[in-house]
């Protein structure tokens, strides 16, 4: 079935640093691709999507791009910030299927 | 500005007691979800209701029922809570399949003592 796999945390970096968070997918045919994210005593809001293969969705200095051929959807920011703490969620569904969410990956950003 | 909220943020009730959450959303949206979220588990889908009246299972089902008797909301209902019902509890709702976005309520952090 449907499944998404995403990269297990706690990652924690420190402040201006590379961020990457791991997110594959396998599906009977192409879903859309989504990353939430969920702040402290919060629930989960949408901070990016994609939804065919190419597809960059972007926002806040995120990014992550559909890639068809390596069944991913990495979600990346080039310098972190204290305030990125938090934890993500990739996500993936289709239109005939089921929603699928990774396990989430509880990112810790230091000063 | 869409919206979904629940009925509580905390919660603290008893072993036995019957236990009700409730969703609203007000994007009428075909479908509604109920997810639990436990450290190290991510979240897990409890029933989901695509229309009026409607439901289904999700994963983990058991010891819970749901209600949806108007598009705007849904409920959660825990028969006869137990301590293992302790946990993060989540709704969403999209407006058609799984491939659209899903729009998220704050959580109810449900204690069972």
């Known amino acids: 079935g449907d499944s998404v796999t995403q990269m297990e945390g706690p990652v924690t970096l420190s402040e201006e640093a590379f961020l990457t968070i791991n997110c594959t997918y396998t599906?009977?045919?192409?879903?859309?691709l989504f990353w939430y994210v969920q702040y402290p005593g919060e629930g989960l809001q949408l901070l990016l999507k994609?939804?065919?293969?190419?597809d960059k969705g972007s926002n806040k200095g995120f990014e992550a791009t559909y890639r068809k051929e390596t069944t991913s959807f990495h979600l990346e920011k080039g310098s972190v910030q204290v305030s990125d703490s938090a934890v993500y969620f990739c996500?993936?569904?289709?239109?005939?299927?089921?929603?699928?969410f990774g396990q989430g990956t509880i990112l810790t950003v230091h000063p | 500005d869409v919206k979904v909220t629940q009925s509580s943020r905390y919660l603290v009730k008893r072993t036995g007691e019957k236990v009700f959450l409730e969703c609203v959303q007000d994007?009428?949206?075909?479908?509604m979800f109920w997810y639990r979220q436990d450290p190290g588990l991510g979240l897990r889908l409890i029933y989901f209701?695509?229309?009026?009246?409607?439901?289904e299972k999700g994963d983990i089902p058991e010891g819970y029922s749901v209600s949806r008797e108007k598009k705007e909301r849904f409920s959660l209902i825990l028969e006869s809570a137990s301590t293992n019902q302790t946990s993060m509890y989540l709704c969403?709702?999209?407006?058609?399949?799984?491939?659209?976005?899903?729009?998220f309520g704050p959580g109810t952090r449900l204690t069972v003592t």
């Open positions: 969403a709702s999209t407006s058609s399949g799984a491939a659209d976005e899903q729009y």
């Open positions: 599906a009977t045919g192409y879903p859309s």
């Open positions: 994609a939804t065919k293969a190419d």
């Open positions: 996500r993936g569904g289709t239109s005939y299927g089921k929603l699928t």
């Open positions: 994007m009428d949206h075909e479908n």
């Open positions: 209701s695509y229309d009026v009246k409607m439901k």
